[in-house]
């Protein structure tokens, strides 16, 4: 695998892969590779003939209070799982100014109403941030595909958007929600949880799975909000945000063949976990 960290080094590499009509697919990350991150990289590789995975914690995607600082960084770990993977290329800029030396350009990139509901609506900015590091990535890159976690349902939603307006050749896949046996979907963050909270976590997904349940008996989304919200309560979760929208982040309309999508984000002590539960 080929390690690269500036943007001249980087750029060179695609120069050579583009010129020899490689199909190239890019997985961007903020490394802490955990299994969900790898079957990106699995997928991606059966689907392109050169890997790029990108690792960069991206500073404009954090609130002021939130855990830049702290994001766990584990560079050596995910090269060594990288390896096994046979990616072919890791990006990891070793400053912010690889990837956004020129982020005046970038100014009317915005997440826009959509960025704003959910997950926008407790991280202000979150998702311009996002957009930013992902829209430099691809101009940079010029993937002909990149794959995307399912977890992060409102980020890959945007992400698509943004793609399709200025990258409208490049294919984005969507790749399902990685668990634990017990169900609860990997994400980075759930290092921060002490083995108390490990056990409850799980209950997280269970309690999603059921409001489905609970709304196809009930047709009512508002009593539906209420109970799950409720279980989620008394199982120690903080609610962030409980809402049924249609896969196009659009108010649900029962009883239609629209697809539909239960997404929630908690607070088990100080961390955040976000999960969705898809249906029609
Ligand atoms: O999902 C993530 O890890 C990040 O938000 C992403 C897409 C790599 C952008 O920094």
Known sequence: MIILDTKKDYKNHIDILKFNGEIISLVPTMGNLHDGHLSLVKIAKK????????????????GKNEDFASYPRTMNQDISKLKQLNCDILFAPKTKNEVFNNIDNLKNLEAGPKGNILCGKIRPGHFDGVLKVIYMLF????PDLSVFGLKDFQQLYLIKRMAKMYFPKLKIISAPTIRTKNGLALSSRNSYLDKKSMK?????????????INLKNSNDVEKTVNYIKTNLEKNSFLVNY?????????????????KKILLSSVKL????????????
Do not use: M
Request: aromatic share 10%; proline share 5%.
């Open 242 to 258: 409980v809402s049924f929208l249609t896969t196009k982040l659009e108010k649900i309309k029962l009883n239609t063949p629209d």
């Open 269 to 280: 002590g100080q961390t955040r976990l976000i999960d969705n539960v898809e249906f029609s």
């Open 47 to 62: 689907n392109s003939s050169k890997v790029i995975t990108t690792i960069f914690v991206n500073p404009l995607q954090f």
């Open 139 to 142: 101009q940079l890159t010029q």
């Open 200 to 212: 409850i976590a799980p209950v997280f997904y269970k309690i999603l799975l059921d409001g489905v």
